[in-house]
């Protein structure tokens, strides 16, 4: 199963710029988080067995990237909502963020030349009814 992953680049200050790779859903937050001083950079995708539980991914996500100082909400509740709401809505972002396969092309087909038709004779053809 592939996965989109996303490569960010976070202003911390005047001197300090970050490059992050992170999966696309967790893009989200840090956006949220670092707002303007988050830049997107190019796309990328991840071989990975299985997508997380929702569930751990949300307090995952919790834990790495804190709370608003101003607010003291956690960032990820700021991007996908509180509770079973916000579970849902990052399972959504997870699914959204998985990488449909393309269909390898399979073996050619040959197609096999028609036989040209033999002209009919006269007297095999139709008359045409307007000349009768």
């Known amino acids: 199963m592939k996965v989109k ?6 202003t911390l200050g005047p001197m300090t ?3 992050k790779c992170v999966w696309a859903w967790e ?3 840090l ?3 670092f707002g303007g001083q988050c830049a997107i950079g190019d796309e990328g995708e991840a071989d990975i067995p299985q997508l997380p539980n929702a ?3 949300f307090s995952r996500l919790q834990d790495a990237h804190g709370v608003d100082e101003d607010t003291r909400v956690p960032h990820v509740e700021n991007t996908f909502g509180r509770g079973k709401v916000g579970i849902r809505e990052l399972e959504k972002a997870m699914q959204s963020s998985l990488v449909k396969a393309k269909k390898k092309p399979g073996p050619k087909k040959k197609v096999a030349a028609k036989k ?4 009919k004779s006269d ?4 008359k045409d009814p307007l000349l009768a």
């Not at 992953?5 to 976070?10: K, P, R, S």
């Not at 007297?123 to 139709?126: D, L, Q």
């Open 17 to 19: 710029t970050v490059s």
């Open 5 to 10: 992953t996303v490569n960010l680049l976070i």
């Open 31 to 33: 956006q949220e988080k």
């Open 27 to 29: 893009a989200e937050v």
């Open 116 to 119: 040209p038709k033999a002209p």
């Open 123 to 126: 007297s095999e053809s139709e």
């Open 55 to 57: 569930g751990g991914e």
